[in-house]
């Protein structure tokens, strides 16, 4: 997909601030700092849309995205992140929650996990959730470019074990640097829509 339009429309918590429009959402889910924010800018080549630090924790809210006034990308707080109180993680979990079982617009989850490392087991608590509530899945193994081509297939093999991968789930190696795997990427959100 060429993009020619990206903006925010809104950063939400509550399902009364979402969107109302009928356009198909993609909510990208995964751990702080595994390159949700990244994924996004490299799929709209735009430098710093989506906000990224190396400080995790950053995204505190949902936030909409809108793309070529066709689809929204959902940009849910990363899991995982310790510094953060109880009661405000447990707060982010109702949240993201409320979105990904109530939302009729959601038409698949983005599951963002780092290749270089065994998926963790918040990322497999994650996928999990996703299945339990049947919502299509696509994993995006990303930070492709960090690791030697050659190893590729071992790190991938690594993510499908671990996560138990359903077979009608895609796996797509993504680079938010080099942008390896974005046309696939795209391709498979289309398939979606």
Same mark, same amino acid.
């Given at each position: 997909?060429?993009?020619?339009?990206?903006?925010?429309?809104?950063?939400? *918590?509550?399902?009364?601030?979402? @969107?109302?429009?009928?356009?198909?959402?993609?909510?990208?889910?995964?751990?702080?700092?595994?390159?949700?924010?990244?994924?996004?800018?490299? !799929?709209?080549?735009?430098?710093?849309?989506?906000?990224?630090?190396?400080?995790?924790?950053?995204?505190?809210?949902?936030?909409?995205?809108?793309?070529?006034?066709? #689809?929204?990308? *959902?940009? *849910?707080?990363?899991?995982?992140?310790?510094?953060?109180?109880?009661?405000?993680?447990?707060?982010?979990?109702?949240?993201?929650?409320?979105?990904?079982?109530?939302?009729?617009?959601?038409?698949?989850?983005?599951?963002?996990?780092?290749?270089?490392?065994? @998926?963790?087991?918040?990322? *497999?608590? !994650?996928?999990?959730?996703?299945?339990?509530?049947? #919502? @299509?899945?696509?994993?995006?193994?990303?930070?492709?470019?960090?690791? @030697?081509?050659?190893?590729?297939?071992?790190?991938?093999?690594?993510?499908?074990?671990?996560?138990?991968?359903?077979?009608?789930?895609?796996?797509?190696?993504?680079?938010?640097?080099?942008? #390896?795997?974005?046309?696939?990427?795209?391709?498979?959100?289309?398939?979606?829509?």
């Amino acid at each position: 997909m060429k993009v020619t339009s990206a903006d925010i429309v809104i950063s939400a *918590v509550k399902p009364e601030q979402y @969107p109302t429009d009928p356009l198909p959402e993609f909510a990208l889910a995964g751990r702080s700092n595994v390159g949700k924010s990244s994924f996004i800018n490299k !799929m709209i080549n735009r430098k710093s849309l989506a906000r990224t630090s190396s400080k995790p924790g950053k995204t505190q809210t949902l936030n909409f995205y809108i793309i070529n006034d066709v #689809l929204h990308f *959902v940009d *849910v707080p990363g899991y995982g992140y310790a510094k953060v109180s109880k009661t405000e993680r447990a707060a982010w979990g109702r949240m993201i929650e409320t979105y990904f079982t109530s939302r009729k617009q959601l038409r698949a989850a983005l599951l963002i996990v780092d290749l270089r490392h065994p @998926p963790s087991n918040d990322d *497999v608590m !994650m996928y999990d959730f996703l299945k339990h509530h049947e #919502l @299509p899945c696509i994993i995006i193994a990303t930070k492709a470019d960090k690791i @030697p081509k050659g190893k590729w297939q071992k790190h991938l093999k690594v993510v499908r074990e671990t996560l138990d991968v359903d077979p009608d789930d895609q796996l797509i190696l993504f680079s938010g640097e080099t942008g #390896l795997g974005k046309e696939q990427a795209w391709s498979a959100l289309q398939s979606f829509m």
